[in-house]
C-alpha cells in the first residue's frame, strides 16, 4: 500500500498537505507501525517534501529569531487548513477517488471516529474542565464556627441575662450566665469571668462575653477543652497545679458540704491541696507535673466537677473531691510527722500500717525510684510525695499504682521484674514471718504462686504490661513488702481468689 501511495503522489507537484480524515486512511495502531516501519518513514518523507512544510519550518525559525511566542499548532493549523482546499489537486480528475457521502447519522465507523479523541483534539482536552466537587471545610484554626441556628440560641440567652443598666455582670452574678449559658459547674465561673476580664473592670459585659465565647467559637468546644482553654495561662499548653487553685478556692467558698471550713483556713489549704495531687495522680501519666488537654479528655476530672457541683453531700463524689478521703490522707500524715515539720523520714514511714512495710520497700521509696520528691529536704519526704505513696500504697489496683511499686521493684530499670529481683524484696518478708512465728512460705512456692496469678507472657520475667493485664497483680506487691496484706491474704477463702482470677481471664 505504501509504494501504490508514494507511486501516486510522486508525481504531484503541488501537493500542499495529507489530511488521513479525508483520504478516508484508516486509524493505525500503535502496533501496526511497529510492524511497518517503511511506512511511516515513507509519510513524514512525502510530508517533508511540501512546500507548506518548508515555510512552516521557516516561519517558526524566525519566530525564535526575533523572540516571539512560538505557537506551532496555530501554524499547522493554518496549514492543513489550506492544504485541505488544496487536496483534490493531488489526483487527476480521471483518476482521482470520490469521497464517500457523510451523513448526519452516519455509520458506525464514522460516529466511532467523531467520539475518538482524534476528532476531538488532543485527548488531555477531555479533561480540561473537570468537575468541580465543592469539599466543605473540615479544619478550623480557631475551632469549628456555631451553626446559625446554635448562634441565635445564645445569643437570646445572653441577652436576657445581661438585660441591665451596666450591660454587664459583676463576678456575684456572673454564675449564672456559666450554669445556663456555658453548661458549666458553677464553681468554674470565678476563674471564666477572670479569663474575659482581663482588664481587672470587676465587670464583664455582654460584649465581652460574646467575643470571648461565641466569636472564640469557645461555644462549639467539648467541655474539657473549655475548661482547659480558660484554666490555662497565656502562652502554656498545659495546666498546672497552680491553675487549679482558683477552682478549689470557689468550691471551698460556694459548695454546701464544705461550709464548716470556712472558720479554718489552714484545713481549706490542705483540703485544696490534696484535691489537686489526687488530680495530678491519677490523671498526669507522664509525672511530669504538666497536664495536657490529652490527659484531660481521657481522665474523669469532667464528670467529677459535675457531680461536685449537683452533689449537696461532698463525701459522695468519691472522685478527688471526697472531704473523708482527705481526711484519712491528712491524719496519717500528721500522725507519722512526730515533729510536726511537714516532712517525714525514713524512720516514721516505716510506721506506717503498723509496721506493714519492709525496710528495703521503704528505702528504696526514699532513694527516689518510682518517683522524685517534690520537696528539697534530703532524706525527707513532704505532703505530696506521701500522697502519692498512700494512694498507691491503699489502691495497688490503679494503673499509677503498679507503675509507682513496678518502679520500685525494678532494681536495674530495665522494665522487667526478674526471679532475683522478688526474691530479694521478699528475703526480708520471710524473715519477719519467722520472727512472728508464722509459718513460713518458701520463695519457689511464692514465685509458682505469682505466676499463676499473672500469667505472664514469658515465665521468667514480668513485664508492667503483664501486671495491668491481671486483677491479682496488687497482691504480687503485698506479697513481696506489705506483710499485714500479705497475710490476710493468705487467709482468705480459696474459691474467692479462684473467682477473682476466673473473672480475669
Not at 518548508?54 to 512560538?70: E, P
Not at 470520490?98 to 475518538?116: A, F, I
Not at 497536664?291 to 463524689?317: C, F, H, P, Y
Amino acid at each position: 500500500m505504501s509504494l501504490s501511495l508514494k507511486m501516486e503522489i510522486d508525481p504531484v507537484e503541488d501537493v500542499t498537505c495529507l489530511n488521513p480524515e479525508l483520504l478516508q486512511l484508516p486509524e493505525v495502531s500503535p502496533f501496526a507501525l511497529k510492524t511497518t516501519p517503511l511506512l511511516v518513514d515513507d509519510l513524514f518523507s512525502q510530508w517533508l517534501s511540501l512546500p507548506e512544510t518548508g515555510n512552516l519550518v521557516k516561519s517558526l525559525i524566525n519566530d525564535a529569531k526575533a523572540g516571539t511566542a512560538v505557537n506551532a499548532c496555530a501554524n499547522f493549523s493554518n496549514v492543513n487548513a489550506v492544504g485541505s482546499n488544496s487536496l483534490p489537486s493531488m489526483f487527476s480528475s480521471v483518476n482521482a477517488p470520490p469521497l464517500s457521502p457523510r451523513s448526519s447519522s452516519g455509520s458506525p465507523r464514522s460516529s466511532k471516529q467523531k467520539s475518538s479523541p482524534s476528532a476531538l483534539g488532543s485527548p488531555l482536552k477531555l479533561f480540561s474542565d473537570p468537575m468541580q466537587e465543592v469539599i466543605p471545610q473540615f479544619y478550623f484554626q480557631n475551632g469549628c464556627p456555631p451553626t446559625k441556628e446554635l448562634k441565635e440560641q445564645s445569643l437570646s440567652k445572653i441577652n436576657h441575662l445581661f438585660n441591665n443598666p451596666l450591660n454587664g455582670l459583676l463576678i456575684d452574678e456572673f454564675k449564672t450566665v456559666t450554669k445556663e449559658v456555658c453548661k458549666l459547674p458553677s464553681f468554674l465561673s470565678s476563674a471564666l469571668f477572670r479569663k474575659i476580664d482581663v482588664d481587672c473592670m470587676g465587670i464583664v459585659t455582654r460584649d465581652a462575653f460574646i467575643t470571648y465565647w461565641v466569636d472564640g467559637n469557645m461555644l462549639t468546644m467539648d467541655v474539657a477543652t473549655q475548661i482547659f482553654e480558660f484554666l490555662k495561662r497565656p502562652g502554656h499548653k498545659h495546666l498546672t497545679q497552680v491553675d487549679f487553685r482558683p477552682i478549689l478556692r470557689e468550691l471551698l467558698a460556694t459548695h454546701p458540704g464544705l461550709k464548716f471550713l470556712q472558720n479554718t483556713p489552714e484545713f481549706q489549704d490542705r483540703y485544696a491541696e490534696t484535691v489537686i495531687y489526687r488530680i495530678f495522680y491519677h490523671m498526669n501519666r507522664s509525672g511530669n507535673g504538666r497536664l495536657t488537654l490529652r490527659e484531660l479528655k481521657r481522665g474523669e476530672l469532667i464528670s467529677a466537677m459535675q457531680q461536685a457541683d449537683e452533689e449537696d453531700d461532698i463525701n459522695k463524689v468519691l472522685r478527688y473531691f471526697s472531704y473523708e478521703h482527705f481526711y484519712v490522707i491528712y491524719c496519717k500524715f500528721w500522725e507519722l510527722d512526730t515533729d510536726h515539720d511537714f516532712f517525714i523520714d525514713r524512720e516514721n514511714l516505716i510506721r506506717y500500717g503498723n509496721h506493714a512495710l519492709t525496710y528495703r520497700i521503704v528505702d528504696r521509696i526514699f532513694s527516689q525510684a518510682p518517683r522524685k520528691f517534690a520537696g528539697d529536704v534530703e532524706g525527707k519526704m513532704g505532703y505530696e510525695d506521701f500522697v502519692y505513696f498512700m494512694l498507691s500504697e491503699e489502691d495497688k489496683s490503679s494503673e499509677p499504682s503498679l507503675e509507682y511499686w513496678f518502679k520500685c521493684i525494678d532494681l536495674d530499670g530495665n522494665g522487667v521484674l526478674t526471679p532475683n529481683e522478688m526474691q530479694f524484696f521478699y528475703e526480708e518478708q520471710l524473715h519477719r514471718m519467722e520472727c512472728l512465728a508464722l509459718e513460713p512460705v518458701l520463695f519457689e512456692d511464692i514465685l509458682c504462686q505469682i505466676i499463676d496469678m499473672i500469667a505472664p507472657e514469658r515465665e521468667d520475667c514480668i513485664t508492667l504490661q503483664d501486671l495491668k493485664g491481671s486483677k491479682l497483680s496488687g497482691n504480687v506487691f503485698n506479697i513481696l513488702f506489705n506483710l499485714n496484706k500479705f497475710v490476710a491474704f493468705e487467709t482468705r477463702d480459696p474459691f474467692l481468689i479462684r473467682q477473682v482470677s476466673h473473672c480475669t481471664i
